[in-house]
């Protein structure tokens, strides 16, 4: 039997999806399972883009051009204009969502064997993007006891050496709802400037900010303009996450140039969802501000019900619309596993994503899950008391800590 | 300045698009340009694929499964149980076009370094998914005289070392049109078994076959399941090139269990155009059988046309929807280029894909362009019109070949 690759091989299994098999198992006994494991928001997409989907009349289902519509490069210039991002349609790549614009920047700025520095807990497929394009991630730990803030400069230019091509960060962060400083972007800026490399910046949860956070977006930073590459989506900006519309901007033109011819080999963005995430731009903006105010009211009822449960510490996020929240338990892949597999309230529980899987060194997640606040006000109320009988229930929750 | 990778730089650009900004600059002067270049057809796309999407009805337009809905691989099944193709959903992993097939079966399969085999000219794209995938391309080349047939299976297993991985091929051959014999095909398989290599078919043009060839597909060869792996795409076959939404096929666990990791990391294929494309098999057979006997006669219309220009050798396709042909000149970039910046017939000039991209020796394709007949044959009987005037006006052409 010929072999498959190693990377193939030794790719974990994602961890927002690899308890599926026993969700689906649950599901099929007659228990109710709450996801709170993926992003999946339950927010309604704009009107506008289902209005557009309908009234889709072309002919001729075709490819678009490889690097996105001129009209809604365009579209996006004045969106970033309104969050003081100054770029030109020949700077933005429309790519099939965010996944496929770190793809492309790693295929754009990485040789098999070169480094990328990323804080961790981080999104676990950066893993997966970084081993398909034969890279090495190089986690730099951020703690719970800071809310997970940038570990120190120091710590992360102690990794930097000549493998290195890039620090990559989420912000606001997935999965620990940190939004960064000004100043720590400045820093990270003095860093890649002062060792020659990228910035890569995930922004695609930019609008969920809460309690007076603001976000700076890497390309408002000035003299960063050959360093900064912006990793964007509609996914969850709009709700529209099948839409799969993202893309990669920069003012590098090499990089741009490079991308391109990636871009070029797989032809085009989706059509469909391009069309639908065009006609989204034009909902009101009142859209996007009661979309936060909704995530906002979520995060409070999630956090103030996860502080009532015993034994529990919540890191109470200022963006995106996760939580990570440490359990009094020692292996929260099996807990996640044990809640599909052997335990449910009045028929009902609760399907979360063990944090070891965000981690590079996957020891440092085991006592803590992610929860996306994705769901109802009620939903995550009751998902907050699932949590505590099901720590009560739980064979081996060190119940020294229950009562902490 | 940050540098960006190899392969980002020595990436070649897409010879299918890279005359795109002459192009522009023609239509600019005014001047009508025919696209001869790129295979998006003008059929249109079935009725049932735009009606579903007309009346798509989720208020929240979400990610799917990231292997593909299971109700939509369950029709691919019964789909390809129609070609005596005996597979299972499981055996299925939808992707982003055929393109994200080959791109996650390069991950699948290949480590940094490793060879694939295919024969040449091949479809340029080919060349940079290889490239992203760091899989070096070790053609073996087929030649006009033969209709390009399948180069000797002496000279493929010349080829083969310990770096080789499997033999890659197109099935109807894009850009050839040819189709290969069950003889080849089997050849080929004894061949993939005896050096334990995988046989990756493409068969997006699995449809479009003439004069009564016969297309066989590598998922029927006996014996072959932990050898082939299919690639499989909507977009030719229902004219829905921007659903983008393709398919891996494999009976090899091993391979399908890496696949659906690189497939999660990416979260799900566009829903929308999923959505349409299961709409689209609804079709009646007859629709298919429609596109297929248009493509028939316009390739009748072309192939004739064209060789009634003197100095031009045709090689009449019995599959797809691209021709390659031999111009009387040394250097089809620079005729390809000159075409479009510097001569019109009567306001029209025509645009064509020059065949050195589709070789990897690129020497071997100079004086070939291809030609996708994906156009009304009025158009394409002006096209060989226009291509008779330019050779005569073309300062290159090589004179001496007009009149043989």
């Not at 709170?36 to 009234?55: F, H, V």
């Not at 676990?124 to 730990?141: E, H, L, M, Q």
Request: net charge negative; proline share 5%.
């Amino acid at each position: 039997m010929p072999k498959i690759s190693l990377k193939g091989m030794n790719l974990p299994t994602s961890p927002i999806r690899k308890l599926s098999k026993h969700a689906e198992e649950a599901k099929a006994k007659g228990i109710e399972v709450i996801h709170l494991n993926i992003g999946q928001p339950d927010i309604q997409t704009p009107t506008k883009a289902l209005d557009a989907i309908k009234s889709f009349d072309q002919k001729v289902l075709a490819y678009g051009p490889s690097e996105g519509s001129l009209a809604y490069r365009q579209k996006m210039c004045s969106y970033y204009a309104k969050h003081n991002i100054e770029i030109q349609p020949e700077d933005i790549l429309v790519t099939t969502g965010a996944s496929e614009a770190i793809i492309m920047t790693l295929d754009c700025i990485t040789n098999e064997g070169d480094e990328l520095i990323i804080p961790e807990p981080f999104y676990a497929n950066y893993d997966t993007f970084a081993a398909a394009c034969g890279v090495k991630v190089i986690p730099v730990s951020s703690t719970i006891d800071t809310h997970f803030s940038l570990p120190s400069i120091d710590e992360i230019e102690g990794k930097i050496n000549d493998k290195t091509r890039a620090i990559f960060i989420c912000n606001p962060n997935n999965p620990t709802g940190y939004v960064y400083t000004h100043k720590e972007l400045n820093d990270l800026a003095d860093l890649v400037k002062k060792h020659d490399l990228f910035l890569i910046v995930d922004e695609v949860y930019r609008e969920f900010v809460y309690d007076g956070a603001i976000h700076h977006s890497v390309l408002t930073i000035p003299g960063l303009e050959e360093h900064a590459i912006l990793v964007d989506s509609m996914s969850k900006r709009y709700s529209m996450c099948g839409a799969r519309i993202g893309c990669l901007v920069s003012k590098n033109k090499a990089v741009m140039e490079a991308a391109l011819k990636f871009a070029q080999s797989r032809l085009s963005p989706p059509t469909l969802g391009l069309h639908a995430s065009e006609a989204a731009m034009d909902e009101p903006l009142r859209y996007l501000q009661e979309v936060t105010a909704t995530y906002l009211d979520r995060r409070n009822t999630l956090v103030q019900a996860l502080q009532q449960v015993p034994g529990i510490t919540v890191s109470k996020p200022r963006g995106a619309f996760y939580c990570l929240v440490q359990l009094p338990v020692e292996d929260t892949d099996e807990f996640a596993k044990w809640l599909l597999s052997s335990y449910n309230h009045n028929g009902k529980t609760v399907m979360v994503a063990p944090a070891s899987g965000f981690y590079g060194d996957r020891h440092l997640g085991k006592s803590l899950i992610r929860i996306a606040f994705v769901l109802d006000k009620q939903k995550l109320k009751e998902s907050a008391l699932i949590l505590e009988g099901a720590l009560h229930a739980y064979p081996h929750t060190l119940t020294s800590k229950l009562s902490q």
